[in-house]
C-alpha cells in the first residue's frame, strides 16, 4: 500500500519540524507495534508471577492449614487415648469395688445369718424360760419392788410410795397363784398395815407457814417505852410572861435543859438491853435466819432442830416487840401452835417380807440362771 501526499504550504521553522516528526513516525510504524508487543509479554510475565505468587500462598496457606490440623488430630488421637485410659482405669475400679462389694454382701449376709441363728436359739431359751419358769420371772418383779420400797421408806422417808410398792408387789405375787407364797404374803399385808398406821404429817403445810411467819416478820411492831422515858427527876413547870420573874423564868429554863441534856430511862425487863437505834433490822432478819432454820429441819426430820428454832424466835419476839399488839398476838400464837407439832417421822426399821422374798429368789431364780446355760437345745 502505496501513500499519497498532498500539497501542503509553506509550514514555519516549527511546523516543518512537526512534520519532520509525522514522516519520522511514519516511516518508523514496525518498531512501535514491536514495543507494544514487548510490553504484552512483560504483563503476561507479571500476570504468570503474580498466578505463581498466589498459588504459592494458597499453598503455604493450604499447607499451614494441614499442618494445624494434623497438631488438633494428634492433640484429639491424644485426648481420645487418655479417656480411653481413664475409662479403662474407671472399669477396673468398678470392678474392684463390685468385686468387694460383692465379698462386703458376701460377709454381711454371712453374719446376718449367724445373727438370725443366734436370735433363734435365744428366742427358743426365752420360749422355754417363758413356758416352765414365769412365776419365777414375778417372782423378781416381787422381790425388787420390796428392796425398792425399802430404800424409799429409809432414804427419802416416803411412806406413801413405799406402801404402794409394796401393794405392787403383793398384786405381782397373786398373779402367780402359788399356794407356796402364802408365807411372804402373809408378811407382805403386815408390812403394809404397818405402813398404813405411821401418822401422816402435812409436812409440806407447815414449811409454808413457817414462811408466812418469815414473810410476816415485819409487820411486828417493836415494844413501846415511851412511860418509862420520863428522867427521874422532873423540875419542869410554864415560864412566867412577867418581866419581873426573870430570875425564876431563868431558873427553870436551866432545869428544863439539865434534864433533857441527860436522860436516864427505866424498863420493866432489866435483864435484856435497850434496842439500839435501827438495830431491829437485825434483829428482823435474825428472827427470819431462824425461821429458815425450822423450815429446813422439816424435811429432814430434825425435829430437835426445828423446836429450838422456834423457842428462840418466839423468845425474841417476847423480848423486844409489843406482845399487845393484835399482829405480835396472831404471830406468837401461830409460833405456840407450830412448835406443838413434830415433824419427826416414826417408819419401821425393817419390812418382813423382805429376807422371805430374798431367801426364795436364791432358791428358785438364781438356781434357774445358773441351770440355763446347760440347756440341752444350746447343743
Request: no cysteine.
Amino acid at each position: 500500500m502505496t501513500e499519497q501526499h498532498t500539497p501542503s504550504p509553506p509550514l514555519s521553522e516549527e511546523g516543518t519540524d512537526a512534520a519532520q516528526q509525522q514522516e519520522k513516525s511514519a516511516t518508523t510504524g514496525t518498531p512501535t507495534k514491536e514495543k507494544r508487543s514487548g510490553a504484552g509479554t512483560a504483563l503476561g510475565i507479571v500476570a504468570i508471577l503474580i498466578a505463581l505468587a498466589l498459588g504459592g500462598g494458597l499453598y503455604y496457606h493450604g499447607h499451614q492449614q494441614a499442618q494445624s490440623q494434623a497438631e488438633t488430630i494428634a492433640g484429639l488421637q491424644s485426648q481420645l487415648s487418655s479417656l480411653r485410659q481413664n475409662q479403662q482405669q474407671a472399669q477396673e475400679n468398678w470392678q474392684t469395688q463390685q468385686q468387694q462389694q460383692s465379698t462386703a454382701q458376701a460377709e454381711t449376709g454371712r453374719r446376718i445369718n449367724d445373727l438370725t441363728r443366734q436370735s433363734e436359739e435365744l428366742s427358743n431359751k426365752l420360749a422355754t424360760l417363758s413356758s416352765h419358769e414365769n412365776k419365777t420371772w414375778m417372782l423378781a418383779q416381787a422381790d425388787f419392788l420390796v428392796r425398792l420400797a425399802g430404800r424409799k421408806l429409809w432414804s427419802d422417808r416416803d411412806v406413801t410410795t413405799a406402801a404402794a410398792l409394796l401393794k405392787s408387789a403383793d398384786a405381782s405375787l397373786a398373779d402367780m397363784d402359788d399356794p407356796s407364797l402364802i408365807e411372804v404374803r402373809r408378811a407382805l399385808t403386815h408390812d403394809i398395815n404397818t405402813l398404813s398406821s405411821v401418822s401422816q404429817i402435812d409436812f409440806d403445810g407447815i414449811i409454808l407457814k413457817v414462811n408466812e411467819l418469815s414473810n410476816n416478820v415485819d409487820n411486828l411492831r417493836l415494844a413501846d417505852n415511851d412511860s418509862d422515858e420520863a428522867p427521874m427527876d422532873e423540875h419542869s413547870s410554864e415560864l412566867s410572861a412577867s418581866l419581873s420573874e426573870w430570875r425564876q423564868n431563868l431558873s427553870k429554863s436551866w432545869h428544863n435543859f439539865m434534864a433533857d441534856f441527860i436522860t436516864i430511862q427505866r424498863r420493866n425487863d432489866t435483864a435484856e438491853p435497850l434496842l439500839a437505834p435501827n438495830q431491829d433490822i437485825y434483829l428482823r432478819e435474825n428472827i427470819r435466819s431462824r425461821l429458815l432454820i425450822a423450815a429446813q429441819a422439816v424435811p429432814r426430820h430434825q425435829n430437835e432442830v426445828y423446836r429450838q428454832s422456834l423457842e428462840t424466835v418466839s423468845t425474841w419476839v417476847r423480848a423486844w416487840f409489843d406482845t399487845s399488839d393484835a399482829s405480835t398476838k396472831a404471830f406468837l400464837d401461830q409460833l405456840d401452835e407450830l412448835s406443838q407439832q413434830s415433824v419427826a417421822l416414826d417408819v419401821p426399821t425393817e419390812l418382813q417380807s423382805q429376807p422371805l422374798l430374798e431367801k426364795l429368789m436364791q432358791t428358785r431364780v438364781r438356781n434357774l440362771l445358773a441351770a440355763a446355760p446347760h440347756n440341752p437345745q444350746e447343743g
